[in-house]
């Protein structure tokens, strides 16, 4: 049996720049006792900016309490997410990027596409398709069932973390905030 190639490329970017981020609490919220860490990165991946090529990795920490209700529970580095979005490649400059031109500019997919591959972004025409209905998702996160599942979540684990963040697309006009 001859083995297949892979489905995707394997591509390395050694010029990326590099960014490391660290859980930002170290006491737990619910204890105050001291957090360790948990183990080199949660997470690590290359991000495509409008900026060009970043590597991205997160460190997380635990609560070592044992006497604590959040004994053993992850702390992630949260500023992680304010780049890019779970399972994302892209960055969120990109992201607001495809939505202002498509919903302002009135630019279509593959226009969008163009300018991206213009300025350093390798994308196709089906993932700004994919990318916009992210933007879309995140506009619709206000809306009732996601405040209601919010105060489930918040009850649930007695308080939230909330991080926020502004895109200015373009330089000029309105600013996106993303939560």
């Known amino acids: 049996m001859q083995k297949r190639p892979r489905h995707r490329p394997h591509r390395e970017y050694p010029d990326a720049k590099r960014t490391i ?4 609490l170290d006491v737990c919220p619910l204890c105050e006792s001291d957090l360790k860490p948990r183990r080199a990165w949660h997470m690590r ?14 460190k997380s920490k635990e609560c070592a309490n044992p006497a604590c209700q ?48 213009q300025r350093g972004v ?3 025409e089906r993932n700004v398709g994919k990318l916009y209905r992210q933007f879309l998702v995140l506009l ?23 991080a926020i963040d502004a895109l200015q697309p373009e330089g000029h006009g309105s600013l996106l905030y993303v939560l």
Not at 21 to 24: A, L, S
Not at 45 to 58: D, H, M, P, R, W
Not at 140 to 162: P, R
């Open 21 to 24: 981020i660290d859980c930002d």
């Open 45 to 58: 991946k290359i991000i495509q900016s409008l900026k060009g090529l970043v590597f991205v990795a997160g």
């Open 70 to 117: 959040n004994f053993g529970k992850h702390y992630y580095a949260s500023w992680v997410w304010l780049l890019s979005l779970p399972n994302s490649t892209y960055g969120l400059d990109v992201l607001a990027f495809i939505g202002w031109q498509h919903e302002h500019e009135h630019c279509q997919l593959v226009e969008i596409q163009r300018e991206l591959n």
């Open 122 to 124: 390798a994308i196709n």
């Open 140 to 162: 619709q996160a206000m809306c009732e069932q996601a405040q209601e599942n919010l105060a489930a979540t918040a009850a649930q684990y007695g308080g939230l973390i909330w």
